[in-house]
């Protein structure tokens, strides 16, 4: 069977500091990968999504980049962090287009 | 307009009640309809999925699909103290984008 791993659940890092947040699936090939971001009380913002190796599309400009340096594994980084940075971020995979998109369990991250 | 919408409540609910969660949405070309749950600090997880209109039974989960309305809806039955969560509505068009659309989310409370 299928599942997704997202480290760590919880990070508190300082304003400008960098952010690496890991996402990977196992049991399957190929899949579609995602990074929503969630504000509390809020709905679900998308901000990266991946259909492959090198094929990440961005839909929000902001302060984060997305890489899938493998076919299963996908990472949210930041450079510097800012207070607005702070959030709950989801990493998901689908194994078709656009449907049945599966979570991991979330990052909670505060930026001080 | 957006393109769909999900009253973010909360509601209410005493433990036994029928529970009816309710999105609307615009696009007529939508045909996959999904169900998360999310509990606090968690990751949405995939209640129900269905294709096109009708009902799907899942236990005490019921999903229907009104595509002349424009209208999908979750039937709880039975509510339990632990059904207390967010619900989020998701959709999207077969072959369509990547991307499905979600609801901001529905929290429910159901009290004993």
């Known amino acids: 069977s299928?599942?997704?791993?997202?480290?760590?659940?919880?990070?508190?890092?300082?304003?400008?500091?960098?952010?690496?947040?890991?996402?990977?699936?196992?049991?399957?090939?190929?899949?579609?990968?995602?990074?929503?971001?969630?504000?509390?009380?809020?709905?679900?913002?998308?901000?990266?999504?991946?259909?492959?190796i090198d094929q990440i599309s961005s839909e929000v400009p902001q302060n984060l980049s997305a890489s899938r340096p493998q076919d299963r594994q996908f990472i949210l980084?930041?450079?510097?962090?800012?207070?607005?940075?702070?959030?709950?971020?989801?990493?998901?995979?689908?194994?078709?287009?656009?449907?049945?998109?599966?979570?991991?369990?979330?990052?909670?991250?505060?930026v001080l | 307009q957006k393109e769909v919408e999900q009253d973010p409540g909360p509601l209410s609910v005493p433990e036994g009640a029928i529970v009816s969660l309710n999105c609307t949405y615009s696009n007529s070309a939508f045909q996959y309809f999904m169900w998360y749950r999310q509990y606090s600090r968690k990751g949405?997880?995939?209640?129900?999925?269905?294709?096109?209109?009708?009902?799907?039974?899942?236990?005490?989960?019921?999903?229907?699909?009104?595509?002349?309305?424009?209208?999908?809806?979750?039937?709880?039955?039975?509510?339990?103290?632990?059904?207390?969560?967010?619900?989020?509505c998701a959709m999207s068009v077969p072959g369509g984008s990547y991307i499905p659309t979600f609801g901001r989310g529905t929290s429910l409370i159901v009290h004993p």
């Not at chain 1, 510097?80 to 991250?109: H, I, M, N, V």
């Not at chain 2, 294709?51 to 039974?57: D, M, T």
């Open chain 1, 77 to 110: 980084s930041s450079k510097k962090l800012l207070l607005s940075d702070s959030g709950f971020y989801l990493c998901a995979w689908s194994p078709t287009r656009g449907e049945k998109l599966f979570f991991g369990s979330g990052t909670q991250l505060s």
């Open chain 1, 2 to 52: 299928q599942t997704i791993h997202q480290w760590p659940a919880t990070l508190v890092q300082p304003v400008g500091s960098p952010l690496s947040l890991e996402c990977t699936v196992e049991g399957t090939s190929n899949p579609n990968l995602y990074w929503y971001r969630q504000a509390a009380g809020r709905g679900l913002q998308l901000l990266f999504y991946s259909i492959g």
């Open chain 2, 44 to 88: 949405p997880e995939l209640l129900m999925y269905t294709y096109s209109s009708g009902n799907k039974e899942d236990g005490r989960f019921t999903a229907q699909v009104d595509k002349s309305s424009k209208y999908i809806s979750l039937f709880i039955r039975d509510s339990q103290p632990s059904d207390s969560a967010t619900y989020l």
